[in-house]
């Protein structure tokens, strides 16, 4: 029904839903085939094809920081504003509750790239756990593409 809600009727018509997962589906002529099992192979209310990917880890990673800093979401955002994209090599792996695409249930997160100075820094840490959750969902629409999603989202 959330594929009708959000007009996923056409082939080519994608949603992106940002929660505590990440998740992507769309209108495609046929279900996709996925022996990785990486894209999930529903099927719409016209039986047409329905991929979705879904990770486990989008807004609940900076949100993690953002709590472990004690911090209001405009402040630790504002801070985030300010630093860096690639948030100077510090690297945000996102999988604090496993994953499932890809499906890695016992993936834990990790930070890399961490100098002096670094975790003094919280708009540092909030923004690389939000690029490592965008890239990550990314990542994920790469395969779905393999299986009819558009090329541009």
């Not at 056409?10 to 990440?22: E, Q």
């Amino acid at each position: 029904m959330s594929a009708l809600g959000c007009g996923c009727t056409a082939v080519g018509r994608v949603a992106v839903s940002l929660g505590t997962s990440g998740t992507v589906f769309g209108k495609a002529p046929a279900a996709a085939r996925d022996p990785s099992g990486t894209v999930c192979s529903f099927l719409d209310s016209t039986g047409g094809g329905l991929p979705l990917v879904c990770t486990l880890n989008c807004a609940s990673v900076p949100e993690e920081v953002r709590a472990g800093y004690g911090l209001g979401r405009d402040e630790i955002s504002a801070l985030a504003a300010a630093e860096p994209a690639g948030c100077d090599g510090v690297s945000f792996v996102p999988f604090l509750a496993g994953e499932r695409t890809p499906n890695w249930p016992r993936a834990s997160g990790a930070l890399v790239g961490l100098r002096a100075g670094h975790l003094a820094r919280p708009g540092l840490l909030y923004r690389a756990a939000l690029e490592g959750a965008t890239f990550a969902l990314r990542a994920a629409i790469g395969v779905m593409q393999r299986h009819g999603l558009p090329d541009r989202i």
